[in-house]
């Protein structure tokens, strides 16, 4: 090793061993842990060490295999503990960082280099030596993983592949377990996918893999979300807005005048007003204004929209239902037919086909639980738009299902002004991203005591006190302008 240029990170050679103790006492360089050494004399060794880790790694167990529970997420535990395999069996600390090696069968050709000095295991591999049984626990957190955890890995792992995919990877790991001496574990493994795919009797324990061999598969990080959104809705303090006024055609209009707007179908008011109230089909828009007149027709049918549903039959037919009636215009959209591939706006990704039931099913047993119409509303709004369950014409079906909750129990309904478009679609964003509740729930409280304070009383003094509230500005025309309160509100 050449001690006139030595790299932020090394180990300490017997050739060099006197040169590197003359450096420590010069200054030059630091020890880290043991035979590990940096050059770096100006940043915290924490930080050199979390900056580097997985090159020290590397220098420590060279040529090692990432293995079991750090194989699946490819970072430290909780404890700071990394798992390997490799021919050293003793465990090594480095800060706040300890390595944990095990013997095991050697790097196989499906295997793939990770840095310059470790490998990482395949797919069937880390899956089948997930199987092993741990006879010393000297780290903190088990090294493997356990059956809860293997089932919900395996269910995620078949919600991206698909039956084929973990068909193949089954197969992989047939192939793969007499090298790894693991032909015990793959039966134990085999029985469990079997079990999953409803092919095999076996004991499941995670709610998520006893889902799906009941035929009731569902999405476990929408579970979350909806379990958060509940907690927030159960903790805050009602709120009644109670009115007469729900079945106001002038408010049916505009709330599907601008519910149609928030996904892009865009029309001067005046010729809205024309296509709803006077039927008048544009020729060269006829599904955009079919769009809009179909919306209309379901919010403005009040005994449709004073039903709620009562069980899970219920909440699927809603949907269908009312998805055919306002997608009517566009055959090719398969009103009132859950989709068959999976869809997604921007960076969002909704659920899977195979998951819409068993993830409708699962937000719906918190959404019963609600007991008040405002809380039940956001509820479902949330989960329709996250879901997604239709190719397309979501966005309105889930304010169509939130306003259905809050009709039923004479509360106000909600619009989102387009103006507020920007303001409900990030608190969505937030919500769903980042599983940010409280904006959301106020984003859609506001909307409603908005929608309270206008006077709907005709089409043109609700569109005047619209329109001195700014609710038909477009962010991008004045990205300054905000929904403003009547005045005296």
């Known amino acids: 090793m050449d001690t006139e240029n030595l790299p932020e990170i090394f180990l300490s ?7 590197i103790t003359r450096l420590v006492k010069q200054g030059t360089v630091r020890k880290i842990a043991g035979k590990l050494y940096t050059s770096n004399m100006q940043d915290d060794l924490e930080k050199i060490v979390s900056r580097r880790l997985w090159e020290i790694v590397g220098l420590l167990f060279p040529k090692a295999i ?3 529970r750090t ?17 050293k069996q003793r465990p090594v600390t480095v800060g706040e960082y300890t390595i944990y090696p095990r013997s095991g069968a050697p790097v196989q050709e499906s295997d793939t280099p990770f840095m310059e000095n470790l490998y990482l295991p395949s797919t069937a591999r880390k899956f089948l030596e997930s199987m092993r049984i741990s006879r010393r626990k000297k780290s903190i957190e088990n090294r493997y993983l356990s059956q809860t955890e293997l089932e919900e890995k395996l269910d995620a792992f078949i919600r991206i592949n698909g039956e084929d995919g973990v068909n193949k990877l089954r197969d992989q790991m047939r192939g793969l377990a007499p090298a790894l001496d693991l032909k015990d574990e793959f039966e134990k493994i085999n029985a469990l996918i079997g079990a999953l795919l409803h092919t095999h009797t076996s004991v499941l324990l995670s709610p998520a ?13 929408r579970a979350v979300l909806f379990s958060s959104l509940y907690d927030a809705l159960t903790a805050r303090a009602p709120v009644f807005r109670k009115t007469t006024e729900n079945g106001n055609s002038v408010l049916c209009f505009y709330e599907a005048y601008f519910s149609n707007y928030i996904e892009g179908t865009k029309f001067p008011i005046e010729d809205a007003m024309e296509i709803v109230f006077e039927n008048k089909i544009p020729e060269h828009r006829p599904e955009d204004a079919h769009d809009i007149a179909g919306t209309y ?10 039903k709620t549903p009562k069980n899970e039959d219920d909440l699927f037919e809603l949907l269908k239902t009312r998805h055919k009636k306002i997608m009517i215009g566009r055959p090719n959209k398969n009103p009132g037919r859950f989709k068959q591939k999976r869809n997604q706006a921007g960076s969002t990704v909704f659920v899977d086909p195979g998951l819409i039931e068993g993830t409708l099913q699962n937000g ?3 959404y019963r639980k609600l007991d008040n119409a405002f809380s039940r509303a956001v509820f479902m709004m949330f989960l ?9 014409g979501n966005g309105r079906l889930s304010r169509i299902m939130m306003n259905a909750e809050l009709i039923a129990d004479n509360e106000q309904r909600i619009i989102i002004p387009t103006v507020y478009r920007s303001n409900y679609l990030m608190a969505l964003k937030g919500l769903s991203h980042n599983g940010i509740t409280d904006a959301f729930i106020k984003t859609l409280d506001f909307a409603q005591k908005y929608t309270k ?15 001195a509230t700014n609710a038909f500005i477009e962010n991008g025309d004045d990205d300054t302008a905000v929904l403003k309160m009547p005045a005296g509100v």
Do not use: C
């Not at 050679?13 to 040169?19: C, F």
């Not at 194989?71 to 021919?87: N, Q």
């Not at 893999?209 to 990080?221: I, Q």
């Not at 304070?453 to 329109?467: D, E, S, V």
């Open 13 to 19: 050679e017997k050739n060099i061993s006197y040169k």
């Open 66 to 68: 990432i293995a079991d």
């Open 71 to 87: 194989a699946f997420d490819l970072k430290p535990t909780a404890h700071k503990e990394i798992f390997v395999i490799s021919g």
């Open 209 to 221: 893999g006893k889902a799906r061999s009941s035929g009731k598969a569902f999405d476990p990080d």
């Open 297 to 306: 027709g379901v919010l403005s049918d009040m005994r449709e929209m004073s």
């Open 364 to 366: 719906f047993k918190l």
């Open 384 to 392: 329709i738009s996250e879901v997604h369950p239709f190719d397309d």
């Open 453 to 467: 304070a206008i006077n709907w009383g005709n089409l043109q003094q609700a569109g005047n006190m619209l329109k």
